[in-house]
């Protein structure tokens, strides 16, 4: 279990260039946007335009500030998000352009597919309440990342645009709301 405070996150531009991503974590170590496992970021939105494009990885996308962005797909179909929404999943490989109302903040996790699979929730938990972290998958790994407020898991207090990443939850693992907070939790799991 380890606390990774925002100062200690990588900034970098965005695959496509388009803006820039904070890298809260990524596996295998030392890997590019290339040929990484698994990673776990967030970007400043200000601009409508393409979403970068990663074949072979599922990614999961949440608004956690700002305005409303509606992705719109190359078959037609858009999807809208706003700050708390729930976060919405597609492939690395589909033609999305992106529109927004304001600048925003999102929440971004990627998956190679078939190596690792990720599920991603919202959550809202007020002052003392408390939420077991479950080990549903062999080999699962968590992060927990705080947007207000502040949570802890263990002996680590997570305050806002910091995370916690548990790489062995021990199955009796809680988090922690010290005052109302809003955050997200990953967790992450290999798919073979």
Request: negative net charge.
């Amino acid at each position: 279990m380890k606390l990774i405070p925002a100062l200690a996150m990588r900034r970098m531009p965005w695959k496509n260039g388009g803006g820039v991503t904070t890298e809260i974590a990524i596996a295998p170590a030392g890997a590019t946007l290339e040929n990484f496992d698994w990673r776990i970021s967030t970007a400043l939105v200000d601009v409508a335009g393409p979403f970068s494009r990663f074949a072979g990885i599922d990614r999961s996308l949440a608004v956690i500030a700002g305005g409303r962005l509606t992705m719109h797909r190359a078959d037609g179909e858009t999807v809208s998000l706003k700050p708390g929404d729930a976060p919405v999943r597609f492939s690395g490989e589909v033609d999305i352009h992106a529109t927004l109302d304001a600048p925003l903040s999102d929440f971004n996790v990627m998956t190679r597919r078939g190596a690792w699979a990720h599920h991603v929730e919202v959550i809202t938990m007020e002052t003392g309440a408390r939420r077991a972290l479950p080990v549903a998958h062999p080999g699962a790994q968590w992060l927990v990342y705080c947007v207000e407020g502040a949570l802890s898991v263990g002996t680590i207090e997570v305050q806002p645009h910091a995370a916690a990443w548990l790489d062995a939850p021990s199955g009796s693992d809680a988090l922690i709301a010290r005052m109302a907070s809003l955050g997200y939790l990953v967790s992450l799991w290999p798919a073979a």
